[in-house]
């Protein structure tokens, strides 16, 4: 049994949760630093590879176990020459910021680097976001495939049009925003490596 079918099989026929009713629980205990919904259907239905630590000890806390009796029993995957997301995987793999913009994962899980379609609708945005300050590991790159975007990169504002390019230290806070009133913006954002 791979660890995330173990961590569904607890939660649902273990502990009889629902998805929803087990997030609910870790918002309980861990307020606003609570793993989100969506990284919890994602943990459980296999697209989060190496996993951090503090969301697996966010399971164990809700589980009421060790990380240890958690692993018991699981296997590890081997490697593999190539990794392959399927087309029909990427709705499973949505991130909703809010009704005007959603993110969707396009990288498979087993790979150490994030790549994410975002879609913005006119005047929408995404909130702010910064990756664990970690001597400038985490980085992303954005390149604008439709439309306006405006990147805001902690007291940094960028315009970047269609074919327009931006990296930076994802550690910094920062969001996105669709400026026109008409068009959606569309970009690719890959960060390496992956933080969620």
Known sequence: M????????????ILKLTLK???????????GDALTYDSLMRLERGYR??????SLDQVCTGFGMSLKELKEGTEIEGSKI?????????????????EKAIAT????????????ELDIMPGGRTQEE?????????KKLVVVLQGTLLIYVEK????????????????????FENPSAKIKARCMIVQNPKSY
């Open 2 to 13: 791979k660890l995330h079918e173990k961590i569904r099989h607890i939660r649902k026929d």
């Open 21 to 31: 009713e087990f997030h609910q629980k870790l918002v309980s205990i861990f307020a």
């Open 49 to 54: 590879d190496n996993i951090r630590l503090s």
């Open 82 to 98: 190539a990794s392959i997301m399927k087309s029909s995987e990427r709705d499973e793999n949505r991130y909703l910021y809010n």
């Open 105 to 116: 994962i396009v990288s498979p899980g087993n790979v150490e680097f994030l790549t994410m």
């Open 130 to 138: 910064e990756d664990p300050l970690d001597a400038n590991k985490y």
């Open 156 to 175: 940094e504002k960028h315009l970047l049009k269609r074919g327009d390019s931006l990296a930076f230290s994802s550690s910094l806070p920062h969001h």
